[in-house]
């Protein structure tokens, strides 16, 4: 009998929400901003998760975009006064599953913006405790698994958002972990489980 294997792990992502010319912001935080929950989609928008922060200053504000639509990934936008608007194109996201172009747009020119796609999660058995992942071979199926993040499902992410301490976490539903190597995509292992969590915290 194959033995139960369960892989939990937790990325935490702080904000820590730092400007020269702001001493103090407003934090807000929404789930799934903008979208109409009263008409049906294939999916609704409870099988999407984008949450959007905003953090407000006197002069200026800063935008925050997380979404678990596809591949993780996380936006940051400075917008140089209050009065802008985020726009999320939800009738792309919903109906549209190959091209998300611009369906996150803004009001106001950005004094800048950065983001961050998280693709996969490497895992490995370090055998011999030297914390060097390149003393194994991506090829050596016993000891490394790349976990390709894309396909996860996720669950709603309002049943886990703390807005008195600006705290929200995105956690994948238990599901068999895929594993990818450089030609195919696979079971890691019969009976393999677990979940992937990131936990965003807004830090003044």
């Known amino acids: 009998m194959?033995?139960?294997y369960n892989l939990y792990v937790t990325f935490v992502i702080f904000f820590v929400l730092l400007h020269a010319s702001e001493a103090s912001r407003k934090i807000s935080m929404q789930i799934n901003p903008g979208c109409d929950t009263s008409i049906p989609h294939p999916p609704a928008c409870d099988m999407k998760?984008?949450?959007y922060?905003?953090?407000e200053g006197p002069t200026d504000t800063i935008h925050y975009i997380f979404s678990t639509i596809g591949y993780p990934s996380v936006l940051t936008v400075l917008a140089p006064d209050t009065s802008g608007k985020v726009i999320i194109d939800w009738n792309k996201l919903l109906?549209?599953?190959t091209d998300w172009a611009r369906t996150v747009n803004f009001t106001f020119e950005p004094v800048y913006s950065y983001g961050m796609i998280f693709r996969r999660l490497y895992e490995y058995n370090?055998?011999?405790d030297k914390a060097d992942m390149s003393a194994y071979s991506p090829e050596q199926n016993d000891t490394w698994k790349i976990h390709d993040l894309k396909d996860m499902k996720w669950q709603p992410a309002d049943k886990f958002i703390d807005q008195r301490h600006h705290v929200v976490?995105?956690?994948s539903m238990p599901q068999e972990w895929m594993c990818k190597n450089h030609t195919e995509v696979y079971p890691c292992k019969s009976n393999q489980?677990?979940?992937i969590s990131f936990v965003v915290r807004f830090c003044t």
Request: hydrophobic share 40%; no cysteine; net charge negative.
């Open 193 to 195: 489980t677990g979940t």
């Open 2 to 4: 194959a033995a139960l």
């Open 126 to 128: 370090d055998h011999n």
């Open 53 to 55: 922060a905003k953090a």
């Open 49 to 51: 998760n984008i949450v």
């Open 169 to 171: 976490t995105l956690q």
């Open 95 to 97: 109906n549209d599953t």
